[in-house]
């Protein structure tokens, strides 16, 4: 009876108090990759080579007439990737993604698979031109990370290969263009297998491995154990993993829809993607990818075109703002450069979100359900960032935020809203003269921990 009687007590006060079931819990990476906020996609591939020509069927199958590229058509001459990182740090990029392998099958390190799979695969860097075969993209990329305290990614196209004659993660029972070989599905799921593991052995600690796509069926067990074998710190973009998953936020347009929850759905091993769900049973947070380019393109296409810095600030306030990582397009030219074009609107975009949030008139921390930031004078204020520490979970469901804009009246309600997560961002418009903000948590998993409560005055 007792018992009956304290459970009573427990659900009353969860009632009274907005307390509701206690969420899931982020790993370690996963939780670390939430903070990076920012990362860098480097989109380069035998792809970016070809656009030079207009020849952007790389990925269409059932054609014989479309021969495969060759690899003597591989040889950008000026490519640097210490230029790449320059740039994705200059717009505060913690991480990067890069296409080791895409839809054509070419491969950014010298890959050598014969000895595990019978099969010599010969459409790579080594078969290129550059530097006479002996350019290790994939290297060269994770050792200009190091150099720029950047954490390294890994894209591998498992869905796409046009060298294999792969579509949908499938081999094709069609002709086969020129250049294109003959395997069979179980080659091909080895194959894959193998350059996985040459990727996850041969580069050290990856903080990210990209699935574009998701997993294949009937291999996710595979890929799941050798992800937890050789990168288990890493987190997974696509599903395939056991754990530490990411989801897609449901758009390239860099503007998802709020609130955005740092819990989802589970869906097979990935988590469902989109906007999650705030009583989702995995803490399986959303990154957003987009392009600098306009018309979402990824790889370099001249004359196409770049999104303004404006754009980019609202991109920011959509992603990063509400939830969510950013992982912003990064395209080299055919010659393996940044344009400079691109180079300036990226810093631009750094130089603003750094004068904007780079240093807070004033913030505070502290748990509970009210928090009160003072400021030292009446100022006038653009943005007011909010964040939670989630090592036990994303517990903020609904909160609003007031201000104290003169005299003693009642405070208004200057921004509200459901999830907080990583970071909260509102942009107060127009400016507002306060002397003091007050965030209120209306309804919480659990006492929540907020990490970051600030004000910023941005010169938008």
């Not at 007011?384 to 405070?411: L, N, P, R």
Request: aromatic share 10%.
């Amino acid at each position: 009876m007792e018992v009956i009687k304290l459970l009573i007590v427990i659900s009353l006060l969860q009632l009274c108090c907005g307390v509701q079931s206690a969420p899931p819990k982020p790993s370690p990476g996963v939780l670390a990759w939430t903070k990076r906020e920012i990362g860098a996609f480097f989109s380069f591939n035998m792809i970016t080579e070809q656009l030079v020509n207009g020849n952007e069927n790389l990925c269409l199958h059932g054609d014989a007439t479309k021969p495969l590229p060759s690899p003597s058509d591989f040889n950008p001459s000026l490519i640097d990737l210490d230029n790449w990182l320059d740039v994705a740090v200059s717009y505060g990029a913690k991480y990067a993604v890069l296409t080791a392998q895409h839809c054509s099958g070419f491969s950014m390190w010298p890959t050598n698979v014969q000895q595990a799979t019978g099969f010599e695969y010969q459409y790579s860097v080594k078969n290129s031109p550059l530097k006479n075969g002996s350019f290790d993209v994939v290297k060269e990329f994770v050792d200009s990370c190091k150099r720029h305290n950047v954490t390294p990614g890994i894209y591998y196209g498992l869905n796409e290969n046009f060298y294999l004659n792969v579509a949908s993660g499938k081999v094709m029972n069609t002709t086969l263009s020129p250049g294109q070989q003959n395997v069979t599905q179980d080659l091909y799921n080895k194959i894959i297998l193998a350059q996985m593991r040459e990727l996850w052995s041969n580069y050290g600690e990856l903080s990210e491995l990209w699935f574009d796509g998701g997993c294949i069926p009937g291999l996710e067990d595979a890929i799941g154990d050798l992800a937890s074998e050789l990168q288990p710190n890493a987190v997974y973009f696509g599903g395939c993993s056991k754990t530490n998953n990411l989801r897609w936020v449901g758009t390239e347009s860099g503007e998802p829809n709020y609130p955005i929850w740092s819990t989802a759905t589970a869906s097979g091993r990935a988590c469902q993607y989109g906007s999650g769900d705030k009583d989702g049973t995995v803490f399986c947070p959303a990154e957003t990818d987009t392009t600098l380019q306009l018309f979402d393109t990824w790889f370099y296409l001249k004359g196409i075109g770049y999104r303004d810095l404006n754009t980019l600030k609202t991109i920011y306030l959509k992603s990063v703002g509400q939830n969510t990582n950013l992982l912003l397009n990064t395209a080299a030219n055919s010659s393996g450069l940044i344009p400079e074009m691109a180079q300036n609107i990226y810093k631009q975009f750094g130089d603003w979100i750094q004068s904007c949030f780079g240093t807070p008139v004033t913030k505070t921390s502290g748990s509970g359900y009210n928090l009160t930031l003072n400021l030292p004078k009446p100022t006038m204020i653009t943005k007011i960032s909010v964040g939670e520490d989630q090592t036990d979970g994303e517990m903020v469901t609904s909160f609003t935020i007031t201000a104290q804009t003169s005299g003693k009246g009642k405070q208004p309600v200057v921004s509200d809203g459901q999830s907080i997560g990583n970071k909260f961002i509102a942009d107060i418009q127009p400016p507002m003269m306060v002397s003091s903000i007050t965030l209120t948590i209306l309804s919480a998993h659990d006492t929540p921990v907020i990490s970051d409560f600030s004000v910023h005055e941005c010169k938008d």
